[in-house]
């Protein structure tokens, strides 16, 4: 199915921008995962709705990759296509208060041209190592700040190939989703409306905010930042810590002995670690406290339940 894969995407976009086999190590935070069957970059809304388009068509099962933050890919890869837009689609624009930014735009850069037009209000997001496409589907959130605050509205693109305009009130944000989520949307890109501030303070907020994320989190080694969502009521590094599994390891995965709501990659780990990992952590986490905890890196490809 390869080469029919990439023969009708050929058409569409160029050849150089399509990849087969393309290690999806090399593409997430967590530096894991095997090849993606194939693998594009598209350059611009309408060629995201072509691709789109030409896999909805075929029958070709896509997903759509910001900067792999939040994600861990299978051992074996991922079939079909991954439509990465990191690559090209980053273009970010300022007019008065508000930021526009294509999806594969990272949140740090993001916050950087809020930085450079002196504007507050997305200090919050500059450590996140995300894309603002991501950001808008998990409505992602650190240091008492969320996606859901700043933004205006969000362009996105529908399963059945239509292109929308949401406004932010009604992107039914909670924690760590959103409309995009429930729906299955693409995100394009999103307006972030701040406001004016002073920039040596919002500068000295955001070198704030990076001390205190070096100083508390594994930043040294692969991860996809905190692995479990946060329990109601608890914490999850919390709960890890006092089922004495700080530093327990799975192969080449273990719970970081920083911060116990990280899961990092020490040298060598495969997916299957992480998940094994994970699973004993939940269990003996469970069986400690009657706490469930679920991930909250999102998984690509097969997996074994176990």
Not at 74 to 100: F, H, L, N, P, Y
Not at 199 to 219: C, H, T
Request: glycine letters at 12%; one cysteine or more.
């Amino acid at each position: 199915m390869e080469q029919r894969i990439y023969n009708r995407l050929a058409e569409i976009i160029p050849q150089e921008r399509i990849r087969c086999g393309e290690p999806m190590k090399e593409h997430t935070t967590f530096r894991i995962g095997g090849p993606a069957e194939v693998f594009v970059t598209p350059e611009s809304m309408e060629e995201i709705r072509a691709v789109a388009g030409v896999c909805r068509r075929e029958h070709i099962p896509y997903y759509v990759l910001g900067n792999g933050s939040n994600l861990l890919v299978s051992d074996d890869g991922v079939q079909g296509v991954v439509v990465q837009t990191t690559g090209k689609m980053k273009e970010i624009r300022a007019d008065g208060e508000v930021v526009t930014a294509q999806a594969g735009a990272l949140l740090s850069a993001v916050a950087n041209r809020a930085l450079k037009e002196g504007l507050t209000g997305f200090e919050f997001a500059a450590g996140i190592p995300g894309s603002l496409g991501g950001a808008c589907v998990m409505n992602a959130g650190a240091y008492g700040g969320e996606m859901k605050d700043v933004t205006e509205t969000v362009t996105v693109l529908t399963p059945e190939g239509e292109i929308l305009t949401i406004p932010g009130a009604q992107m039914e944000f909670g924690y760590r989703t959103s409309i995009v989520a429930k729906k299955g949307y693409i995100v394009l890109e999103a307006q972030i409306r701040l406001r004016r501030g002073k920039k040596e303070e919002i500068e000295a907020l955001m070198d704030d905010l990076r001390q205190r994320r070096v100083s508390r989190q594994p930043l040294e080694y692969p991860s996809a930042g905190s692995t479990f969502k946060r329990p109601e009521g608890y914490f999850a590094g919390k709960l890890i810590q006092d089922a004495g599994l700080r530093g327990y390891t799975v192969g080449g995965a273990q719970v970081s002995e920083k911060h116990c709501g990280f899961v990092i990659n020490r040298g060598g780990a495969a997916a299957a670690d992480v998940m094994e990992l994970m699973r004993r952590v939940s269990d003996t986490v469970e069986e400690r406290f009657g706490v469930r905890l679920e991930p909250e890196v999102k998984r690509l490809g097969n997996f074994e339940e176990g």
